[in-house]
Nanobody, 124 residues
């Protein structure tokens, strides 16, 4: 059974930084494609960042390019999202997600494993 467990959310001022973590259990990062999504109240779930199917290259939404960095530690079977220069528009529940096939990275229907989410709130 695959489980994804996020941590690291909280409250931060605009311009600040925050790092989210996602621990994967039940499957190694070598055979699961990982991504981060977010969802704010009244909005659809939005793609944030992902690794390509090879696991080598990152891919970002335009809205976070240059500010957010996705990374991983295979020894810890964990994926991270470093968020810098945060803006109130980044306020959302952030989810890590995993897929078992290649495909459109930014499409949430590709992902079969989801964490419970962690709240990130950016104050102005």
């Amino acid at each position: 059974q695959v489980q994804l467990t996020e941590s690291g959310g909280g409250l931060v001022q605009a311009g600040g930084s925050m790092r989210l973590s996602c621990v994967v259990s039940g499957r190694t990062l070598n055979n699961i494609g990982m991504a981060w999504f977010r969802q704010s109240p009244g909005s659809e779930r939005e793609f944030v960042a992902a690794f390509t199917w090879s696991g080598r290259d990152p891919y970002y939404a335009d809205s976070v390019e240059g500010r957010f960095t996705i990374s991983k530690n295979t020894a810890r079977n964990s994926v991270f999202l470093q968020m810098n220069n945060l803006d109130p528009a980044d306020t959302a529940v952030y989810y890590c997600a995993g897929r078992t096939t290649s495909g459109v990275l930014r499409s949430d229907i590709q992902y079969v494993f989801w964490g419970q989410g962690t709240q990130v709130t950016v104050s102005s």
